[in-house]
C-alpha cells in the first residue's frame, strides 16, 4: 500500500470515547465527478451512542436529503464532540490526476480503498477502541472487505453496498464528507463566478443579442408600469419575516451554493452544464485549472478538440527511423560492465587475452 497519508486532515477529533467499544463508518463524496476534490469521511462513537443519540439526529444517507438538513446535521453532529468522534480527508484533483496518470497506473478504486485503510489506521492509533468498521463499497464488496479485513484482522469488518442507508454511522459519515465537499466548492467559486460570468457577457455581446435584450426591456419600462409594482409587493413579502417558511430559509442558506452549481452544473460528466463549463474554461495551451480532474476523459477529450496541437520532440534524431533509436538506447548492465576491447577489425577480443593482459604483436622488430 502507498503512503496513505494522502491529505491534510481537513476537521477531526479523535474522541476516545471512554474506552468503550466502538463502531465506524466510512464514506465519500465527489467520487465520480470530474470537477473538484474527492473527501472521505469516517464517523465513530460507542455503540450505546449509536442508538439512542445519533439517530436522534435523523442522519440518514446525504442523496436523500435536503442541502439545508444536510448542513443542520452536519452542524449537530460537530457539536457533540464529547460524544462522536470523526476524520475528514480531501483528496485533490490534482493528485487523483496524477496518480491516475502514473506510467504504473494508481486507479480511483485503490485511492480509495487506501484512503480508508488511513482513515482507520488514524483512529485505532489514536487510542479508539475500534471494534465495528462498516463501509461503503468501492469496486466488490467482497474483495474490499477481504482486503481491509487483512489490514486489521481483529476488527469486525462490514462491506455493503448501500451502507450509507443501511449504518447510521456510514450515515454519519455521508453527511460529513458531503458537505464538507460543497462548502470547499463553494469558497472555490467566487473569483470563478465573475470570470465566468464575463465570458458570458462577452459571447453575448458578439452576437448582438445583448443590447437587443437591453433596448426592449428599457422599451417595457417606460410603457408599463406594472413591473414596478411586482418589485413592490416582493419587497413587501421580504419586509416580513413571517411570511417565511423552510422553503425561503433553505433558498436564503443555500444562495452560494447555488451560484456556484448554476456554473458547472453537479459536476458529473454527464451533466450538460457541467461539459458547457468545461468548454469555457479549456485554455487552448495550458488546459484546465486544478478545479478540473485532468485525467477523466471527459476532460482529456475536451482538451484534445479545443486545444492547439503541441508537437514533443526527443533529442535522438527521428529521422533516423525507430531502429536506429532503439539501437542508441544504452541498457542499465552497460554502466555496470567493464568495457571490452576490440581488434583492429572491430572484433572483441577473448575475455581470457584480456584477464592474461596479453598483448598483439604486430612488428617484431625484425
Same mark, same amino acid.
Given at each position: 500500500?502507498?503512503?496513505?497519508?494522502?491529505?491534510?486532515?481537513?476537521?477531526?477529533?479523535?474522541?476516545?470515547?471512554? /474506552?468503550?467499544?466502538?463502531?465506524?463508518?466510512?464514506?465519500?463524496?465527489?467520487?465520480?465527478?470530474?470537477?473538484g476534490?474527492?473527501?472521505?469521511?469516517?464517523?465513530?462513537?460507542?455503540?450505546?451512542?449509536?442508538?439512542?443519540?445519533?439517530?436522534?439526529?435523523?442522519?440518514?444517507?446525504?442523496?436523500?436529503?435536503?442541502?439545508?438538513?444536510?448542513?443542520?446535521?452536519?452542524?449537530?453532529?460537530?457539536?457533540?464532540?464529547?460524544? !462522536?468522534? %470523526?476524520?475528514?480527508?480531501?483528496?485533490?484533483?490534482?493528485?487523483?490526476? $496524477?496518480?491516475?496518470?502514473?506510467?504504473?497506473?494508481? &486507479?480511483?478504486?485503490?485511492? &480509495?480503498?487506501?484512503?480508508?485503510? &488511513?482513515?482507520?489506521?488514524?483512529?485505532?492509533?489514536?487510542?479508539?477502541?475500534?471494534?465495528?468498521?462498516?463501509?461503503d463499497? =468501492?469496486?466488490?464488496?467482497?474483495?474490499?472487505?477481504?482486503?481491509?479485513? $487483512?489490514? +486489521?484482522?481483529?476488527?469486525?469488518?462490514?462491506?455493503?453496498?448501500?451502507?450509507?442507508?443501511?449504518?447510521? =454511522?456510514v450515515?454519519?459519515?455521508?453527511?460529513? $464528507?458531503?458537505?464538507?465537499?460543497?462548502?470547499?466548492? =463553494?469558497? %472555490?467559486?467566487?473569483h470563478?463566478?465573475?470570470?465566468?460570468?464575463?465570458?458570458?457577457?462577452?459571447?453575448?455581446?458578439?452576437?448582438?443579442?445583448?443590447?437587443?435584450?437591453?433596448?426592449?426591456?428599457?422599451?417595457? *419600462?417606460?410603457?408599463?408600469?406594472?413591473?414596478?409594482?411586482?418589485?413592490?409587493?416582493?419587497?413587501?413579502?421580504?419586509?416580513?419575516p413571517?411570511?417565511?417558511?423552510?422553503?425561503?430559509?433553505?433558498?436564503?442558506? *443555500?444562495?452560494?451554493?447555488?451560484?456556484?452549481?448554476?456554473?458547472?452544473?453537479?459536476?458529473?460528466?454527464?451533466?450538460?452544464?457541467?461539459?458547457? !463549463?468545461?468548454?469555457? *474554461?479549456?485554455?487552448?495551451? +495550458?488546459?484546465?485549472? /486544478?478545479?478540473?480532474?485532468?485525467? %477523466?476523459?471527459?476532460?482529456r477529450?475536451? !482538451?484534445?478538440?479545443?486545444?492547439?496541437?503541441?508537437? %514533443?520532440?526527443?533529442?535522438?534524431?527521428?529521422? @533516423?527511423g525507430?531502429?536506429?533509436?532503439?539501437?542508441?538506447?544504452?541498457?542499465?548492465? *552497460?554502466?555496470? @560492465?567493464?568495457?571490452?576491447?576490440?581488434?583492429a577489425?572491430?572484433?572483441?577480443?577473448?575475455?581470457?587475452?584480456?584477464? &592474461?593482459?596479453?598483448?598483439?604483436?604486430?612488428?617484431? /622488430? =625484425?
Open positions: 500500500m502507498e503512503s496513505v497519508l494522502l491529505q491534510p486532515i481537513i476537521s477531526s477529533n479523535f474522541h476516545k470515547c471512554g /474506552g468503550k467499544p466502538v463502531r465506524l463508518g466510512i464514506d465519500e463524496a465527489g467520487r465520480g465527478c470530474v470537477l476534490a474527492m473527501v472521505y469521511a469516517c464517523f465513530f462513537c460507542a455503540a450505546e451512542d449509536e442508538k439512542k443519540e445519533l439517530k436522534a439526529l435523523n442522519v440518514d444517507d446525504s442523496k436523500k436529503l435536503k442541502e439545508w438538513e444536510r448542513e443542520e446535521a452536519f452542524e449537530a453532529i460537530q457539536a457533540k464532540r464529547d460524544l !462522536f468522534g %470523526w476524520s475528514i480527508h480531501a483528496i485533490r484533483s490534482e493528485e487523483i490526476s $496524477a496518480k491516475m496518470l502514473r506510467k504504473k497506473k494508481y &486507479s480511483l478504486n485503490e485511492i &480509495s480503498h487506501d484512503t480508508a485503510i &488511513s482513515l482507520i489506521l488514524r483512529t485505532v492509533k489514536s487510542g479508539v477502541n475500534v471494534t465495528e468498521v462498516f463501509v463499497t =468501492v469496486g466488490n464488496a467482497n474483495a474490499y472487505q477481504a482486503k481491509l479485513k $487483512a489490514h +486489521f484482522p481483529s476488527i469486525k469488518i462490514k462491506v455493503a453496498e448501500k451502507a450509507d442507508s443501511l449504518f447510521p =454511522v450515515s454519519a459519515a455521508s453527511i460529513l $464528507a458531503k458537505v464538507t465537499r460543497d462548502r470547499m466548492l =463553494v469558497r %472555490w467559486t467566487p470563478r463566478l465573475e470570470e465566468d460570468e464575463r465570458e458570458r457577457e462577452e459571447d453575448a455581446d458578439r452576437e448582438g443579442n445583448k443590447k437587443e435584450k437591453a433596448a426592449e426591456a428599457e422599451k417595457e *419600462n417606460e410603457t408599463s408600469p406594472a413591473p414596478r409594482k411586482r418589485v413592490n409587493e416582493d419587497e413587501e413579502v421580504e419586509a416580513n413571517k411570511k417565511k417558511g423552510k422553503g425561503e430559509k433553505e433558498k436564503t442558506r *443555500n444562495a452560494k451554493g447555488a451560484a456556484s452549481s448554476s456554473i458547472f452544473g453537479s459536476g458529473y460528466p454527464g451533466d450538460s452544464e457541467t461539459i458547457a !463549463f468545461l468548454n469555457r *474554461n479549456c485554455d487552448p495551451v +495550458f488546459g484546465f485549472d /486544478g478545479f478540473v480532474r485532468f485525467s %477523466w476523459s471527459t476532460a477529450l475536451i !482538451f484534445e478538440k479545443r486545444g492547439v496541437p503541441v508537437d %514533443w520532440y526527443d533529442e535522438v534524431d527521428d529521422e @533516423a525507430s531502429g536506429a533509436s532503439e539501437a542508441k538506447q544504452s541498457r542499465i548492465t *552497460n554502466f555496470f @560492465a567493464a568495457k571490452r576491447e576490440a581488434t577489425g572491430g572484433i572483441e577480443r577473448p575475455a581470457f587475452f584480456l584477464r &592474461s593482459k596479453l598483448q598483439l604483436l604486430s612488428n617484431l /622488430g =625484425v
